[in-house]
């Protein structure tokens, strides 16, 4: 159990990350990041559950040089642990560095609405109550093409 609970955390992998900025493909790297932390959180529930000191020392009691083993893989825990714990920290920090730079460019800046071009205006839009009308972002634009809704300065004439 104890070499079979190390194997596993080990050999856990993430099988995509985006490289594309397409959305089916940052879908599905997102998707494979939240069954990654599943996974691992399986693992590491499974862990403090195997490695309780009472069970520890059910363990030594009965096969005292199973000590020198349990050492060995709550020492291979920790390491793994603290380099998972650094590279997530530094994961972190990029994506926190990516999202502020998403922000800043993915909403344009409202005092300057009348210069607004269709990909600002469709940018707004989609910024609009936390993306509320993404999924209908395609329809929304080729809309505004089609009624030659194309410059900022048209939005204050628009009604509902």
């Not at 790297?29 to 599943?38: G, P, W, Y």
């Not at 009472?54 to 020198?68: N, Y």
């Not at 793994?80 to 994506?95: C, M, P």
Request: proline share 3%.
């Amino acid at each position: 159990i104890i070499i079979t609970i190390t194997m596993r955390i080990t050999t856990t992998t993430i099988t995509a990350i985006p490289t594309t900025t397409t959305t089916s493909k940052t879908k599905y790297a997102s998707s494979d990041m939240k069954l990654f932390c599943e996974k691992v959180e399986e693992q590491m529930d499974a862990f403090e559950e195997e490695y309780t000191e009472e069970k520890i020392s059910e363990i030594i009691k009965k096969s005292p040089q199973d000590l020198i083993r349990i050492n060995k893989v709550v020492s291979e825990m920790q390491k793994y642990l603290n380099k998972f714990k650094q590279r997530t920290d530094s994961t972190i920090k990029s994506v926190e560095k990516i999202k502020a730079y998403l922000t800043k460019h993915s909403m344009p800046n409202v005092k300057n609405y009348e210069n607004w071009n269709i990909d600002e205006i469709t940018m707004f839009i989609m910024s609009v109550e936390n993306g509320k009308f993404m999924p209908h972002i395609d329809k929304i634009r080729d809309g505004l093409i089609a009624s030659e809704i194309n410059r900022g300065e048209i939005l204050p004439e628009l009604t509902r």
